[in-house]
């Protein structure tokens, strides 16, 4: 092995050769000709024509498999995902081929002794399985193509199985979410598959099971999931037992479990239960009184302290809904802080002065997306002053090394990282920084949020021995996953070596287009006209204006800048149209700012307008705080090229948008956005597309910085915007997404 990590196409093949390890044994052997018959199951044409009562059916499943062709524009027999090939041909190849194949294989099928009646509606129940099964992909706005790959297999099994009067065996053998979903047209024949399906699975995860409460609330063994739920997902009982929804209120309330009635109580008797419930352990280990627990929430310090105790005890017991809490609450200080930015430090800090160290570490960790750079550093002084004369190594054990990364990839970027490391020795430094790197091959396939915290840190880091020690640590937990088989090892420290030796990644376009092929990633420094256009001749536009203060004084701005005569401005009820009268066709479409919460009826008839007139943005632009994201996240889809978050582009959010949108290039700030910031970044882009030119983000950003070098007022809040191709969290990402992808496609 060379002293580099390789790269992506060597890596793949080192995967597959794993993988793929019994190949060679197999090949050794002497290979004898198949003169197997085929299957009557693969046979690829029909023995017989369809007769014309069952011929409806075929044609349902047809114009479902049609209304997801042309979800890209074109009925071309290819179903469009992203512009990495391996996602479109695995889903075109399930949704397209191996339905034809399924319908072909439902009229071939062996009748096995039915009679025409019997056998006729037998075959009308597969068929409406498979429509079934496509009409529910054409209403997901989130595709992951390889479940769908493993889903339609699945549903071809299950077929055969009930065909061959096995299906009971199958479910038994084959207990997942694919064969719960695939077997519902099949449960009244076999009742009990349904509920050996649904106990199990509520034994495997009670956390995925619980979502389905609707499903099998009247059943008798929903007391036992719900029982087991609620020592992961309590919350989710909490809304439960407190629904109008009369079945999954009394599926809650009927349960026995001491967990589950405490619940309960604290739904019935606590005058917050909502803020009650972060404090389960407490009640339900008598530690704490229910009326105990409303005081302490009544007093907003006091609720942010006792929670911030929670979490240096480490219950287990609603850790998720504690920490969800904490989160919140850090965010109101942090906001606080933020607004009194041109205060002095004395009016700007009162909120947190009472605070210990361990309350400051968390204010900062989950403040991460919103906290501003001088709100940080008064923060983080405040911290160092306090733990005194305790290590930095001692005090991170306190808080049990949660959010750590996170932390030293703030530190880094802040400038602060030389200074935390300072308070420690030699060893026990190199001790945490060899955790930072470690360890990150744990967790699921799709967990990379500590990885990504890894690969923002090292870009800020301007100690050149700490960064000549982390690439050896790469190196080394890259060998360790090697020799450990670990996938997700490989996939990461593979990266991360990637994006470590090239710490020049974006600076020049042949840099950048030369790194997108190492990471196997179509090029990360542009985006071209071509693509924005879609299956039409305009590029389209969403902004997504909120109805608050904030909300309305950027809307007002945003218009002033297509009053140059280039634009002309229609308004109705409920959202502006932005026409380009000069140059390349280009509309944007602005929902109105109206009160809250009127102004996500705005968005929904905004939305509805532009679906039933199919129109697909490909740019989307998010206008207001990082609490109305979700809203925003939640209407991106697969056509969507660029996303404009103008704040919070912590990972999750990153996560988010590429699940939604996987080619998306995200442009986002690692503070609150600014319109002052937002509304350049937008100007320069529109210039581009009015002048049909492709958008060239290093280009793109050296004009900005030109610009903003001359606005000294809010030249440091440009500075945090992340541009697309030095968005290593979004970068890192795509990356590991199309790795693992690629070696799924290869099996």
Same mark, same amino acid.
């Given at each position: ?405 996170? &932390?030293?990839?703030?530190?880094? /970027?802040? %400038?602060?990282? !030389?200074? *935390? +490391? $300072?308070?420690?020795?030699?060893? =026990? ?115 997504? &204006?909120?109805?608050?203060?904030? /909300?309305? %004084?950027?809307? !007002?701005? *945003? +218009? $002033?800048?297509?009053?140059?005569? =280039? ?123 009015? %002048? ?56």
């Amino acid at each position: 092995m060379s002293k580099k990590i390789i790269y992506f196409p060597v890596l793949f093949l080192l995967l597959s050769l794993l993988i793929c390890n019994d190949a060679s044994a197999q090949r050794r052997k002497k290979v004898k000709p198949d003169t197997t018959k085929i299957s009557v199951y693969d046979i690829d044409t029909l023995t017989h024509t369809i007769p014309r009562n069952r011929q409806i059916f075929h044609d349902r499943i047809d114009k479902e498999q049609k209304r997801a062709d042309v979800s890209d524009g074109a009925v071309d027999g290819e179903i469009y995902f992203s512009e990495d090939t391996a996602y479109s041909a695995v889903l075109t190849r399930a949704i397209l081929t191996d339905v034809d194949h399924i319908q072909i294989m439902i009229e071939n099928l062996p009748s096995m002794g039915r009679d025409a009646v019997t056998d006729n509606q037998t075959r009308i129940r597969y068929l409406t399985a498979v429509w079934e099964m496509l009409r529910k992909y054409n209403q997901n706005t989130k595709i992951d193509p390889f479940y769908y790959k493993k889903l339609v297999a699945n549903m071809r099994s299950v077929i055969i199985a009930d065909n061959e009067s096995k299906l009971p065996e199958f479910a038994y053998a084959n207990v997942n979410m694919l064969t719960l979903e695939n077997c519902q047209q099949f449960y009244d024949q076999h009742p009990e598959i349904r509920a050996y399906l649904y106990i199990q699975l509520g034994k495997q995860d009670p956390r995925v099971m619980i979502k389905h409460l609707s499903e099998f609330a009247n059943d008798t063994f929903a007391t036992y999931i719900i029982s087991d739920a609620a020592k992961l997902l309590p919350n989710e009982v909490f809304n439960y037992a407190s629904s109008t929804d009369y079945p999954l209120r009394n599926a809650v309330r009927r349960s026995n479990d001491s967990l589950v009635r405490t619940i309960v109580q604290i739904a019935d008797k606590s005058r917050s239960p909502l803020k009650a419930m972060p404090f389960l352990n407490d009640i339900y280990t008598g530690k704490k009184t229910i009326a105990e627990i409303d005081k302490i929430t009544e007093d907003p310090d006091l609720f942010f302290l006792n929670l911030v105790r929670l979490k240096v005890e480490n219950n287990t017991l609603a850790s998720d809904t504690y920490s969800d809490e904490l989160a919140y609450r850090s965010l109101k200080y942090v906001r606080e802080m933020d607004d009194l930015h041109e205060s002095p430090d004395p009016v700007r800090f009162k909120c947190i002065e009472k605070f210990d160290p361990v309350a400051l570490y968390y204010i900062m960790v989950y403040g991460q997306d919103e906290i501003y750079t001088s709100s940080f550093l008064g923060t983080y002084k405040r911290m160092q002053e306090r733990m005194k004369p305790v290590t930095g190594d001692r005090f991170l054990d306190t808080v049990h090394r949660d959010h750590f990364r996170t &932390f030293l990839r703030m530190c880094a /970027g802040y %400038n602060t990282l !030389s200074d *935390f +490391l $300072g308070t420690m020795e030699e060893d =026990k430094r190199t001790a945490l920084m060899s955790d930072f790197i470690a360890g990150l091959q744990n967790g699921n396939d799709d967990d990379l949020e500590d990885a990504v915290d890894v690969a923002d840190a090292y870009g800020s880091i301007k100690d050149s021995s700490l960064a000549v020690f982390l690439k050896l640590q790469v190196k080394k937990n890259f060998e360790m996953s090697f020799k450990q088989k670990r996938k997700k090892g490989l996939y990461i420290y593979s990266l991360l070596s990637l994006l470590f030796d090239n710490e020049n990644i974006g600076n020049t376009d042949t840099t950048a287009l030369n790194e997108s092929k190492k990471l196997g990633l179509p090029p990360i420094n542009e985006v071209s006209y071509k693509s924005l256009l879609g299956d039409t001749n305009v590029v389209f536009e969403q902004f997504f &204006f909120f109805g608050d203060e904030d /909300g309305k %004084n950027s809307y !007002s701005s *945003f +218009l $002033g800048n297509f009053k140059d005569g =280039k634009w002309k401005i229609v308004t109705d009820k409920y959202w502006s149209t932005i026409t380009s009268t000069t140059g390349k066709p280009v509309v944007i479409f602005a929902n109105l700012p109206i009160p809250e919460p009127d102004d996500e009826e705005a968005q929904d008839k905004l939305c509805k307008y532009l679906a039933e007139h199919d129109i697909h943005p490909t740019i989307m632009v998010h206008r207001g705080h990082s609490y109305h994201l979700p809203l925003t996240m939640d209407r991106l889809n697969k056509q969507v090229k660029v996303v404009i978050l103008g704040s919070c582009g912590g990972y999750h959010n990153l996560s988010v948008v590429l699940d939604h949108s996987p080619d998306a290039h995200i442009i986002s700030s690692k503070q609150t956005g600014t319109m002052a910031v937002n509304e350049p970044i937008i100007k320069i882009i529109n210039e581009d597309l009015l %002048n049909g030119s492709d958008i060239n983000w290093i280009k793109t950003w050296r004009t900005l910085e030109e610009y903003f070098a001359k606005k000294p007022d809010v030249r440091e809040k440009f500075s945090d915007y992340v541009p697309p191709y030095k968005n290593l969290g979004a970068i890192f990402i795509k990356a590991y997404r199309r790795m693992q992808n690629s070696s799924e496609t290869s099996m």
